[in-house]
Every structure is written in structure tokens, then in C-alpha cells.
């Protein structure tokens, strides 16, 4: 299984550095954090989009997902969300990255951001299809277990849209990871993990010092499925750097992969 992690762990890294940290520990493919102040976003020129590109070239390392924080089920009128999935869908077209991540952000009423979501995602569908990206809606929020995300993903029968499973929000939901598996399976892009002490602390740790059932996840995927590492240092000051932890953790997530 192909193996990434998210730029998210690496604030204020430039791209050639976290390119270099990923090809010098062996990852094959980064998730990029599309957000201001980040290597990679939406308010990139083309010049620079095409420079960035040829960074990825010329690492040999995977430009996986551009993650966005869209909330494509959040209440309000459709054109602010459409406009800013369709500018990221063009950034991951001009990047060559597969995916693009959004959130679900249905607030308090689940069924109605189920159909909030569905209705934006159709209406861009197509378009993303076009371009060879796909959408990938994350389990969390509003749609945090594999159940709630396989509704929504339900009323927008489209091949351009499909699902991310991150581990640890379908944990929070008590949800077992063979029934997260068989809800997303049909639809998913790749798999986001990670590792925290407890529902009440979830400051990152190295991957397997923690209490997330990473084994049993990622015993229910297919041999070419991506994972990547999320490492969320930017919202817990305490954790540890990153970047010492890079090959370890490749090391765990490989001990763990079926022979």
C-alpha cells in the first residue's frame, strides 16, 4: 500500500523541504493542506502552479490530495461553496493530485446537510470528472461515521465523488472499523490515520502509541489503497514535531500492512 502524510504536521515548511523529508524517508505522496500561508493554494498563479508541479516530478513523490476545508453541507446559498470546491478542483487538476478533500459541516440537522451536500456535489460532478479529480468527503463533523457518510454519498450517485475514511472520527463514533469499511468500501478514495491517548485527549502521537485500532483498519483494505498521515500539530501546541517521527512512523505503517 502506497503511503502519504499531510503537510498539515509540517507548518511553515516550504514544498521543496516537506518533498525532500517525504522522498528521504521513503513516503510516495503528500496530502497537501490547501489553506493561506501554506506552500499549496488556491491563490497560486499558474507560473507557480507549474513550478510546484515539477517539484513533484522531480522528488518522485505523489501529489495525493489537495485537502481543502469546503464545507460542502454547511447551511447558506450554494455559490460561495461551489466557487471555492471548483477553485480547489482546478488547483488539484493543475497539480496532477487525485483528490480533493472537503468536509461535511452539516451543523445540527444531519438530513438536511445530507441533501445540502449532495445537491452541490452533483452540480460539480461533472466537472470534476473532466478535470480527473475526484471529490472525497471525510468522515467528520456532521458525518463522522462510515453510516452517516454512506447516506450522503448515497444521494450523490456520481463516480467523481466518493469518501475519505479518517480512523479516528469513525472511532469517536463507536463505530468498529470492519462496519466503517463495508459502509465507505464501495466508494472510497484512501485513508486517513493517526493516533491520540483517549476521546479526551487528542493531541497526535507517533503512530502506535496510542489507542486507535489502526491494525484492524487497515487490515480491511485492498493491497493498493493509499494511507495517509494526518498529524494534526497546527491545533494541539503540545505535540511533538513531525518531522523526527517520519521514518518511525512509515515503519509502523508498514509492520502493519498484510504480506
Known amino acids: 500500500m502506497p503511503l502519504a502524510f499531510s503537510t498539515l504536521g509540517l507548518p511553515g515548511h516550504p514544498l521543496d523541504a516537506v518533498l525532500a523529508l517525504a522522498a528521504d524517508h521513503g513516503w510516495q505522496g503528500l496530502e497537501l493542506r490547501a489553506a493561506p500561508g501554506e506552500p499549496v493554494h488556491t491563490g497560486l498563479t499558474s507560473a507557480e502552479r507549474r513550478a510546484a508541479a515539477r517539484q513533484f516530478t522531480a522528488a518522485s513523490v505523489t ?3 489537495v485537502a481543502s476545508y469546503v464545507g460542502i453541507a454547511e447551511p447558506g446559498p450554494d455559490a460561495p461553496v461551489l466557487a471555492e470546491l471548483l477553485a480547489h478542483l482546478h488547483l488539484a487538476a493543475d497539480l496532477g493530485a487525485a483528490y480533493v478533500r472537503v468536509f461535511p459541516r452539516g451543523g445540527d ?3 438536511e446537510g445530507t441533501r445540502t451536500a449532495a445537491h452541490r456535489l452533483l452540480r460539480l460532478a461533472d466537472t470534476s470528472a473532466d478535470l480527473g479529480v475526484t471529490m472525497l468527503v471525510e468522515t467528520h463533523d456532521s458525518h463522522r461515521s462510515g453510516a452517516a457518510l454512506a447516506e450522503l454519498l ?3 450517485p456520481h463516480p467523481s465523488v466518493g469518501a475519505l475514511w479518517d480512523v ?4 469517536l463514533a463507536g463505530e468498529p472499523p470492519a462496519d466503517s469499511f463495508r459502509f465507505l468500501a464501495p466508494r472510497l478514495g484512501y485513508v486517513q490515520v493517526k493516533d491520540v491517548a483517549s476521546p479526551a485527549d487528542l493531541t497526535p502521537l507517533p503512530l502506535g502509541a496510542g489507542v486507535l485500532p489502526l491494525p484492524a483498519c487497515l487490515a480491511q483494505l485492498p493491497a493498493d489503497s493509499w494511507i495517509s498521515w494526518e498529524y494534526e500539530a497546527p491545533w494541539h ?4 514535531p513531525l518531522a523526527p517521527r517520519l521514518a518511525a512512523g512509515r515503519a509502523h505503517l508498514t509492520a502493519l500492512l498484510p504480506a
Do not use: G, R, S
Not at 501546541?237 to 511533538?240: G, I, L, N
Open 109 to 111: 440537522n444531519p438530513a
Open 154 to 156: 448515497a444521494a450523490a
Open 237 to 240: 501546541p503540545a505535540a511533538a
Open 63 to 65: 501529489p495525493l490530495t
Open 168 to 171: 479516528m472520527h469513525t472511532w
